[in-house]
């Protein structure tokens, strides 16, 4: 058994096209139903306002499947730590043993995150897409520009965060990280969402944030935010409104995503899945002004492809 | 973050009385309502006829928990290998930073497993029994004696198991590690249960071995085989005719262990848990002639319980 550091995981797993066709073929796989992929596990640890989740899945016939174990804890920030965490544990699908510990500290659940979100706009936005609007200022807003960047043409990114200190400061970094890109900081939601051809929203928010009025003709919306019971991102006419919406799995998009608005009740769309719509080689956006919303929560499929690259990569 | 290997771990964890409290205080712990338990998850690699589940909870206010990861991999043996495996991850409960990976490969299971066995006798049958009988020939029917020995004194060890050879290797391996020990080896579960103070079921079996007419008056019955859905050792007449059911918990054993033969249906007597019966202070054992069985399916607070108290004795 091997253990790998951050540091030598970061050094062999970017936000590359190599990187994006392994999660891909995840999501491909879980599409043909290829994929066991059980419910998270999640432990609330309420007097230190933290969570422990636990994702896995198998790829049926592939040699390695990964468990990850990924802490949130919220206070941590006050103690200058990070509140995410972490580790993914890679096992021979053979044999049950231990081929690695990938102790990454969350920074691969970050990559896969971003890459599923580049996924969403590969197979459901315009393909002629060239500005990008991101919602929030963290490393997300960060890694998912970075990411689109792979499969869309963007020149331009507008950004509004709660904090406008933070979204300037944003503006900066990835000004820095991308030359030639226009970016334009926005002091309302509204006028940051004008001229989207993608919207994606990285924030952590527990009530509504983006509605219906702020989504342009023909946008595509990845909302990847919300991943546990408390949080949401879109008010129920972004769905509503919606001429496809595709779920990364349904049952955790009801459980931890934003279809936790219909509370068990049916909603009045079609929920399509991005494994089966990637499995089916055709996007579901039949036209140039369809607006396309994709709700990421983050699935274990994703996980055991992201840390069975990662290793291939290390001991390479 | 440490890693620590199984022979460092073998070093300081032992079948002893501070393990034992350890566990004990876990359970007693879970019978006060003081930990956060989720569901084990559970996910079939059924191309390697293999399984991995992870467990984990916590005890509310404790510094640390754990997460465990054990694959079961059954044709292992064929291969040289061992059908479990797996390791244990230490957390902070403040700030969810891994403190150790304890790559155990299953030893700590197999203690707290014992342990679980030792407090189940503590707790449920007469102060004076000395003749254990051990259904099954494998490491857990080693180690349950071992554990048993902790809390009974025990003289005679009655031994029966479907293969003779490795009965007899049993007897002689128990033979060498508890000198005064009486070891006798049955050709059937009829003469092996005749005398028994205490009955183990050890066996991984799928199909009941036990029944009401082995167990003579008095005896404690702990069956510790069943952890899956697949896996029984109990005939519904052991249930039936026990003045006193315990399960190590209800949802588990109804899942995972001998309350399956129910299948949902109310089962026609009362099921008590370990915790709370822990906790109480007071055996529901009420009589001499009682009959008690504790069906043991395996939970995640013994091993936050036993990883923690690991961790301690490695860093001490």
Tied chains: 1, 2.
């Excluded at 499947?65 to 103690?79: E, H």
Aim: with cysteine; charged share 25%; hydrophobic share 40%.
């Amino acid at each position: 058994m091997e253990l790998y550091h951050r540091i030598q995981i970061q050094d062999v797993v970017r936000l590359d096209h190599a990187a994006l066709d392994a999660v891909e073929a995840g999501f491909r796989a879980l599409g043909q139903g290829r994929v066991v992929q059980p419910p998270i596990l999640s432990m609330a640890i309420e007097e230190s306002n933290g969570e422990v989740d636990v994702k896995t899945a198998h790829i049926r016939g592939h040699d390695r499947f990964a468990i990850k174990v990924s802490p949130g804890f919220f206070d941590n920030p006050s103690l200058g730590l990070p509140s995410l965490n972490g580790l993914m544990i890679v096992f021979s699908a053979k044999t049950g043993l231990v081929e690695a510990v990938l102790f990454d500290e969350g920074y691969l659940t970050d990559i896969r995150t971003a890459l599923a979100g580049a996924i969403a706009a590969k197979h459901l936005s315009r393909h002629d897409s060239r500005r990008a609007t991101v919602i929030g200022a963290g490393v997300q807003a960060e890694l998912q520009i970075a990411a689109l960047k792979l499969v869309r043409d963007i020149d331009t990114v507008d950004v509004w965060a709660r904090d406008t200190d933070r979204a300037n400061a944003y503006a900066e970094r990835i000004r820095e990280r991308f030359e030639g890109l226009t970016v334009n900081v926005h002091g309302d939601m509204a006028s940051a969402c004008r001229e989207a051809d993608v919207i994606i929203t990285t924030t952590p928010s527990k009530s509504p944030l983006l509605d219906a009025g702020h989504l342009p003709a023909g946008v595509h919306v990845t909302a990847m935010g919300s991943d546990s019971p408390e949080k949401r991102e879109l008010e129920v006419s972004v769905m509503t409104c919606a001429d496809v919406f595709v779920a990364d799995t349904r049952a955790q998009s009801e459980s931890n995503g934003e279809l936790k608005a219909w509370a068990g009740k049916t909603m009045p769309f079609e929920v399509q899945e991005l494994g089966p719509v990637i499995a089916s080689g055709q996007s579901p956006r039949t036209g140039h002004d369809q607006i396309t919303v994709c709700d990421l929560t983050g699935t274990g499929v994703q996980d055991t492809a992201i840390a069975s690259f990662a290793l291939k990569r290390l001991v390479a």
